[in-house]
């Protein structure tokens, strides 16, 4: 379940993240509850998850930014957007190479919320939330003071609101989405499937280096057979928590399994598994019911064919099949022996 957890919260954070960037909003809304259910269910968030916690929050905050009636904070006072600010924050302490689009972030995060505030009429309450947002420091004091003089203006649609616009940090912030999502490309699945298999003992190193009689040409489908048995093992293990956990989290979601998102969940599993090449497999299965068909028939089946015709009738070949004793015989082959013998005589 842990796993599970932690798995889907990283596919959460990534709808949530291409939701946002296309504007979808009924479907960044239903991921938004998704998310916040997965984060509020750990007792203490991962080390290795901190930045994707982070990033949910942060996005929720954004998409909400405008309204300021609702609370994200056990403080009233504070708003969406100043909640966001506190968390882009922790996201800036987590990395150090993204400096500039940082500090882009940062300020126009500060100058909205004074704006957010201005385009209510709330000029009292911009000027609250602006001794909140700023220190003393000497680096805060030119924006602080711009700050200060446009609310006494009264205006909000002085230049300095109209060049740092909302749609402005939006298209900031889907900047660094972009570079987020590069950044943490992961074969979470596979990873997790190596180390389930080698926790049960069932030799990983056996799996993967199964020899396997094909020719030159075909060497290249070896890597997703391997794969392919790793994510059968996975997913009879995972998938069924993952189901369970969603039906859980939000009354909502009792048929998320019939929604559109979970189909690409699915899709999304098959692509990161890269399972491209299924007809290989098929082709074995083909080839196996050709050698099926060509097993001689021994007349203790013969036997058991006419028993079971006479007890469920001629065309019944599945029942027949499941009460009789066959060795490696489908219904289709039993119809065609029964249609042999009767040539026979």
């Not at 490696?328 to 029964?338: A, C, E, F, P």
Request: glycine share 4%; net charge positive; with cysteine.
């Amino acid at each position: 379940e842990a796993v599970a957890a932690e798995w889907m919260l990283e596919f959460a954070c990534s709808c949530l993240c291409r939701h946002f960037a296309e504007q979808s909003g009924a479907e960044f809304w239903r991921w938004k509850d998704v998310a916040l259910a997965l984060i509020n269910g750990f007792s203490q968030i991962p080390p290795h998850q901190k930045k994707t916690v982070y990033l949910c929050q942060l996005l929720i905050r954004i998409a909400q930014g405008k309204s300021l009636g609702l609370q994200c904070e056990d403080d009233k006072k504070i708003t969406p957007l100043e909640s966001a600010l506190s968390f882009w924050t922790l996201l800036e302490r987590q990395e150090i190479k993204l400096a500039k689009l940082h500090e882009d972030i940062h300020r126009l995060i500060q100058i909205q919320i004074v704006a957010v505030h201005m385009e209510n009429r709330y000029f009292k309450e911009a000027a609250e939330v602006l001794e909140r947002l700023f220190t003393d420091s000497e680096s805060d004091k030119p924006l602080r003071v711009k700050l200060a003089t446009v609310i006494k203006t009264k205006d909000p649609h002085v230049p300095l609101l109209q060049s740092f616009s909302y749609s402005l940090l939006i298209s900031k912030v889907k900047s660094y989405i972009e570079l987020f999502m590069k950044e943490n490309e992961t074969n979470f699945l596979t990873e997790e499937a190596t180390k389930h298999v080698a926790s049960k003992g069932l030799g990983v190193t056996t799996l993967q280096n199964r020899p396997v009689k094909v020719k030159e040409n075909d060497k290249s489908d070896l890597k997703t057979k391997k794969r392919f048995v790793l994510s059968i093992i996975l997913l009879r293990g995972v998938l069924g928590h993952i189901c369970t956990f969603l039906s859980c989290v939000n009354g909502k979601m009792q048929n998320c399994c019939h929604d559109a998102d979970y189909l690409l969940f699915l899709i999304y599993i098959n692509c990161l598994l890269g399972l491209s090449n299924m007809h290989n497999v098929e082709n074995n299965e083909v080839s196996l019911a050709c050698s099926r068909r060509r097993q001689r028939w021994t007349y203790k089946e013969d036997l058991e064919l006419k028993l079971g015709v006479k007890e469920f009738g001629v065309g019944n070949w599945a029942k027949i099949l499941v009460h009789g004793n066959f060795s490696n015989r489908t219904s289709v082959m039993l119809k065609d022996r029964w249609r042999t013998l009767n040539k026979m005589k």
